[in-house]
């Protein structure tokens, strides 16, 4: 399977999910404020549960990749916060913009990427990466939202008591000491968590027709720049001083390289962080991805 084969059969789906909202949306009337707060309360932490449950937390390198992710994520998030800044927009929409450019779709996306380009060896340290970002960008979106209104000791209580946290938190303590779930209660956690990407597709598809499209500006253009181009190079930058060699600096590439995670809109919509702004933010920097991947993809092979 080529680069362009691979990227259509992985946001092929995408695309279709966004397009079926944006197609029912506005005929059977449906809000997209009441899916993201069913993703955002429901579906989520039953992902994040699900995720940090059954993953393996132990390994000699988890510290080493999480640490390069990390500086990925500061690099693109300060990066697009100055940007924003120096182009005079407000506090609120610079907050946005760090949103969208390190939070990744290092999920669904970017581990069949990682496991296509690298091989199936390398779903462990991507399972790490995304295990890692996701919980970062939640917990980051929560907090840079409730800034705006909380100061900084409010934003980081409401990021710690978001949804999404406290289950990553419950889901961490029930791996380390091995507690198990009854049956019935797995199997619903299990399918909750999977409806979770499906109806965040599907409420983009309905916010985008409730927005419409927005022309391209600077502050996209900074975003895009910041997620696409400066996280990679970072997070590669920090893989390699950090001693990390091969196929795990290819992961942490890839990863790193992710356009945003759907997940910024929601967390954007329930929290009111121009919400419009991270939608378009990650529509643009997604199709500007099909240009930038190929060419991490191609240098990490």
Known sequence: MSTVELLVNVLGPVVALVAIGAFAGPRLKIH???????????????????????????????????????????????????????????????????????????????????????????????????????????????????????GPLGALRRALLAPMTLAAALAVVMNIVDVGLPVVAARSVTLMSGALIPVMLITLGVQLMGTGLTRPDATLGSVAVSKLLIAPAAAVGAALLLGLEGDLVSTVAI???????????????????????????????????????????????
Not at 35 to 55: E, I
Not at 75 to 92: K, P
Not at 102 to 129: K, M, Q, S
Not at 265 to 287: C, F, K, N, P
């Open 255 to 301: 990863q790193s390289a992710m356009p945003p995670a759907v997940f910024t809109m929601v967390v954007a919509m329930e929290h009111h962080l121009e919400a419009e702004r991270v939608t378009h933010s990650l529509v643009a920097t997604t199709l500007a991805s099909l240009i930038t991947l190929p060419i991490v993809l191609t240098l990490t092979a």
């Open 32 to 150: 997209s404020g009441s899916l993201s707060a069913l993703a955002y309360w429901v579906l989520g932490p039953a992902f994040v549960f699900d995720l940090f449950r059954t993953s393996a937390l132990e390994g000699g390198e988890i510290i080493r990749l999480v640490a390069a992710g990390a500086v990925g994520m500061v690099a693109a998030g300060t990066a697009s916060f100055a940007a924003s800044r120096s182009l005079g927009n407000s506090r609120s929409v610079a907050a946005a913009s760090m949103l969208s450019s390190t939070y990744g779709n290092v999920g669904n996306a970017g581990l069949a990427i990682t496991v296509f380009a690298i091989g199936d060896d390398a779903l462990a340290a991507a399972g790490v990466l995304m295990l890692s970002i996701n919980a970062t960008g939640i917990a980051l979106g929560v907090g840079l939202a409730a800034g705006q209104t909380l």
